[in-house]
């Protein structure tokens, strides 16, 4: 197979060990008891072959984040620092538990962690050939720098078979926009989607991740220029606008839902699009979704037409582009 995507697939050590830490603490079983679906052979096999590791320092100094309230982002790029020869951080982010860094290294030398990933070999190179193939030849970064501008990141995927099985993170480090995702979840007990037999479901998460991150440091980049809170308000539901109360948090929301819809029925099929688009309306109640998307691809061809450079000189046409298109749609 030729490879020619503009992503970098790969396995990281650091990403794999915090997840198998998180594997041992309450967060899979309080996973479990809200999602309900079933889990990757080898995130099972993780908490049953490490059981008796759940008491390791690494193990209670995570769980004493997660009852904090941490964000897994920042947790997860925290790993993405780490050193696994042993040695300290440097500058360790002041709400790293004390010693973090020494335990989590404790965790992988001195347990039979690296054994075990031995004997699951198979498991996490399978990932990484099925990420590689769904990917392929698709092209991310061209798609997103007509919204952003140019994309000076390198966008990298890691497949993520441990936990968190039901979500996927954005993670930026040294120049990287790394995307941990995990394969899809099935219904029920049925063991999740191979990355290779749902192609949309890759692409979907890696414009999710990738693009939220970047509209947001666009819009902050541009605050001044933009002045968001003089932003006229978006025709969204109050629930809605009560868990995502910024003007940024709501806009990036309906970009990042756009891209998905665009990319997907451009480089996939209208039907992978309308049930993104389906299940977003379902999971927020927002009936403007449609409307946005209109907006977004009107967008892309006045830009195309050399209208807009980036979206910057278009954000201030946006709230009330959308309201217009939402009423067209409901007559």
């Known amino acids: 197979m030729t490879y020619s995507s503009d ?49 390791h320092p690494a193990v209670r100094a995570l769980q004493t984040l997660l009852d904090r309230g941490a964000p897994l982002e920042a947790i997860f790029t925290l790993a993405l620092m780490l050193k696994l ?29 690296q054994r075990f990933w031995t004997s699951e070999s198979d498991s996490w190179s399978g990932a990484e050939d099925q990420a ?13 720098e007509r919204f ?11 497949p993520n078979i441990c936990y ?61 220029e933009i002045s968001l809170e003089g932003q006229k308000p978006l025709p969204l539901t109050d629930e809605f606008m009560s868990k995502n109360p910024t003007w940024a948090e709501q806009f990036t929301y ?20 309308d049930a993104h688009v389906l299940m977003e309306r379902r999971v927020t109640g927002l009936e403007v979704l449609p409307a946005a998307i209109t907006v977004y691809r009107r967008y892309l061809r006045e830009a195309d037409e050399g209208k807009y450079p980036n979206i910057l000189e278009f954000i201030p046409l946006f709230s009330r582009q959308l309201r217009v298109a939402h009423r067209v749609s409901k007559i």
């Open 132 to 144: 590689r193939q769904a990917l392929a030849s698709a092209q991310f970064e061209p798609f997103l």
């Open 164 to 224: 968190p099985t039901d979500r996927e993170l954005a993670l930026r480090l040294n120049g990287e926009i790394v995307c941990l995702v995990p394969p899809r979840i099935a219904w029920g007990e049925s063991p999740p989607w191979p990355f290779d037999e749902d192609p949309a479901h890759v692409y979907r998460a890696l414009i999710a991740t990738a693009g939220q991150m970047l509209m947001l440091n666009f819009l902050r980049t541009h605050a001044a």
């Open 148 to 158: 952003v501008g140019t994309v000076s990141d390198t966008l990298v995927f890691v």
């Open 85 to 113: 020869d042993g040695s300290p951080l440097d500058k360790p982010p002041s709400w790293m538990p004390p010693h973090w860094d020494s335990e989590l290294n404790d965790f992988y030398h001195k347990t039979p962690l």
């Open 7 to 55: 992503v970098i697939v790969r396995v990281d050590d650091r990403l794999r060990l915090v997840s198998a830490v998180l594997a041992l603490t309450r967060y899979a079983d309080e996973e479990k008891a809200r999602r309900g679906h079933g889990t990757h052979l080898h995130a099972r096999n993780t908490r049953k072959q490490l059981a008796d590791q759940a008491d």
């Open 254 to 273: 309906l970009f990042v839902t756009s891209a998905v819809a665009i990319f997907l029925e451009d480089n996939v099929s209208k039907a992978e699009a």
